[in-house]
């Protein structure tokens, strides 16, 4: 018996049936975790959060704390605390009704690329979605993020810890789902050897892909970037979504 047998469906009109077919989404359905960057919040991540609901994905965006409503503390938050926020947003997205745990991805841009990385060491993660992912030195983990020495955390994103020495690089070589990195081609915080450094840790990813927004800056302010990256990141995740599906 096909599918479509199984959702058939009789009703009594009259003295007569007619036959029909019933078709509804499939459940449990994938989720997603939307992850902020530095000095931003969860309204540049609505746009495709809502792209991904039509989808049929349940999504989460939120505020880490020291932004939007809590942003007179960014200067006392720490990674330590970002962490934490973005791990009790998992915990809250993968309890929704209709969730498929063995199905829930993170979308992180910049620092909230680093602390995507970091989460898939804690929590299960099948797609993690990156644009122009940020890399920290380990050390002053529990110092405020906004006192960390900005010439050394840009000489460390210029030649970055072994794998083994970074914590979010390490995060990355264990995991085993599937990767995506979006860099921004005139990025002046995360320059290209950060990029690098990152995809080499993926060495057990299920797959990696790379893409390049040429012309675009790390804040992506060009409306013409900003629609390229939406095609590219909701692509990806309609086709990985779409993958898993067949598998099943």
């Known amino acids: 018996m096909s599918a479509l047998d199984e959702n058939r469906v009789r009703l009594s009109v009259g003295d007569d049936k007619i036959v029909g077919t019933l078709l509804k989404p499939e459940a449990p359905v994938p989720g997603f975790l939307f992850i902020h960057g530095w000095g931003g919040d969860q309204a540049e991540d609505l746009g495709h959060a809502e792209e991904l609901a039509r989808l049929g994905c349940i999504c989460f965006t939120f505020d880490?704390?020291?932004?939007?409503?809590?942003?007179?503390?960014?200067d006392a938050v720490t990674r330590k605390d970002g962490l934490e926020d973005v791990l009790a947003a998992y915990d809250y997205l993968a309890l929704q009704p209709l969730i498929d745990r063995d199905a829930i991805g993170v979308v992180g841009t910049s620092y909230g690329g680093y602390l995507?990385?970091?989460?898939?060491?804690?929590?299960?993660?099948?797609?993690?979605?990156?644009?122009?992912?940020?890399?920290?030195?380990?050390?002053?983990?529990?110092?405020?993020?906004?006192?960390?020495?900005?010439?050394?955390v840009r000489a460390y994103r210029e030649q970055p810890c072994p794998i083994e020495e970074d914590r979010a690089l390490a995060a990355c070589a264990r995991f085993k789902g599937d990767a995506l990195i979006v860099e921004s081609e005139n990025d002046d915080r995360i320059p290209h050897q950060t990029i690098v450094a990152i995809q080499a840790a993926f060495g057990k990813a299920n797959s990696l892909s790379h893409r390049i927004?040429?012309?675009?800056?790390?804040?992506?302010?060009?409306?013409?970037?900003?629609?390229?990256?939406?095609?590219?990141?909701?692509?990806?995740?309609?086709?990985?979504?779409?993958?898993?599906?067949l598998t099943y």
């Open 116 to 152: 995507a990385m970091l989460l898939t060491a804690h929590r299960p993660v099948r797609w993690l979605a990156m644009r122009v992912p940020a890399l920290y030195p380990d050390a002053q983990w529990d110092i405020p993020k906004a006192r960390l020495d900005k010439d050394k």
């Open 64 to 74: 880490l704390r020291g932004h939007a409503g809590s942003d007179a503390r960014q």
């Open 213 to 245: 927004i040429h012309g675009a800056t790390h804040a992506m302010r060009d409306p013409q970037h900003q629609r390229t990256y939406s095609t590219l990141l909701t692509g990806w995740i309609e086709e990985m979504v779409r993958a898993s599906r």
